[in-house]
């Protein structure tokens, strides 16, 4: 008896044990193998757990996703980053069904990969964005978004790409990048002098150009700024310039959650504002990892001094202005085809008015005709219709 007892009371602990499992709450992040699920999910998980809230990591497709989820589950919590959170939040308006919670544990760096040794700047790439093919990583994507708010905050310069294509994954958008001269990759990542992606350009021969300028630099909301200017050393040999260490625009990781109305009323909403709370309270270290490599990569990633951020800055703008004759040059190449070309569309259109005329009769007579036919099916078949009801009646 006492066996079956204990058999029974295990076998209750597990079912317990396996609802609780079941009702955990997430921590939306990204694909598996990423740094979101991997390295900087389980601090705040820990950081939680302590505090005696059930939430565990979930595999995600990115920033995208984990909005749509804490919309539809506002307990939720999730990683983004902050540009494309600042996109998510402009597109619905003054709808706002989130709560920022953190911003200050890391920032992800924007980058920008070509094999084009002509293009030296970012204020270039935006000039001549019209004319060059942009390759991104999957629509889902965090790179992806940001590549969409980038293009809404500059519709003159990066909004003029109209030639974007979606590869399956940022390592084969980088590499179709290095495959003409034409294209480039926009992607965002941890600046990690050791990750094989950037390792990976720099056998393929490709380079990276820093993603900066005054526009970028000088967005936010909710009086947040959402890119700082940081040098990132990610390896010389795959920089414009061997040697030096570029600066480039970087944005916050951010942790979110849905709007506390929006939580069922009563405990739940209680424990959600707490939760909220315990985050906050949180020392920035607690919720970074503990890794020693993550320590070194975060500390490189430094802010600049004003005086630096300028030099950088200035640097974009000339290559900007300097592409501005390239730009005219073409648009006035353009409007001169298309004048040179009129006569021939004119003309063109001149002859397809007049075969239209011409055929105008074949097509009314067309039309006639197979109305009278349309009437002569529609009397004999009301005539077997009329056939059918009388042997029905017989």
Not at 108 to 116: A, D, G, I, W, Y
Not at 133 to 143: D, V
Request: aromatic fraction near 6%.
């Amino acid at each position: 008896m006492r066996h079956f007892t204990l058999k029974f009371a295990f076998a209750t602990l597990a079912s317990v044990a396996a609802m609780d499992s079941a009702t955990a709450s997430q921590i939306n992040t990204a694909e598996a193998g990423g740094a979101y699920y991997d390295t900087l999910c389980p601090p705040v998980r820990d950081v939680l757990s302590k505090a005696k809230f059930d939430y565990e990591c979930a595999l995600s497709a990115g920033t995208r996703e984990n909005i749509q989820r804490v919309t539809g589950t506002p307990s939720d919590l999730g990683f983004a980053q902050f540009d494309v959170y600042a996109l998510e939040r402009s597109l619905r308006g003054g709808d706002n069904p989130f709560t920022l919670i953190r911003s200050d544990i890391v920032r992800e760096c924007l980058f920008m990969v070509t094999k084009n040794d002509k293009i030296t700047n970012y204020g270039e790439i935006a000039a001549l964005a019209s004319g060059l093919r942009i390759i991104l990583p999957p629509k889902k994507s965090g790179s992806a978004g940001t590549f969409e708010f980038l293009q809404q905050i500059d519709p003159d310069g990066i909004g003029q790409a109209t030639d974007i294509a979606h590869a399956s994954s940022t390592d084969e958008a980088i590499q179709k990048a290095l495959s003409a001269n034409d294209t480039v990759a926009l992607f965002v990542q941890l600046p990690d002098p050791d990750n094989a992606r950037f390792k990976k350009i720099s056998e393929l021969n490709g380079r990276i150009i820093p993603v900066i300028d005054r526009n970028i630099l000088r967005q936010e909301i909710a009086g947040e700024k959402i890119y700082y200017a940081q040098e990132a050393e990610i390896g010389g040999g795959t920089w414009l310039k061997s040697g030096e260490t570029p600066v480039t625009a970087c944005t916050p990781m951010v942790i979110f959650t849905g709007a506390n109305a929006d939580v069922a009323a009563g405990d739940a909403r209680a424990n959600h504002a707490d939760l909220i709370k315990t985050l906050r309270a949180a020392k920035a270290e607690e919720l970074q990892p503990k890794q020693s490599l993550f320590k070194k990569v975060w500390a490189k990633a430094k802010a600049l001094s004003a005086q630096s951020i300028e030099k950088t800055l200035e640097a974009t703008d000339k290559a900007r202005q300097a592409s501005q004759p390239m730009i005219d040059k073409a648009r006035d190449a353009s409007e001169k085809a298309f004048d040179k070309a009129r006569p021939a569309i004119e003309k063109a259109r001149e002859a397809t008015e007049r075969a239209l005329e011409k055929a105008q009769p074949m097509i009314d007579e067309a039309k006639k005709k197979a109305g009278e036919m349309t009437e002569r099916a529609k009397e004999e078949a009301k005539e077997l219709m009329d056939r059918a009801k009388d042997a029905t009646n017989q």
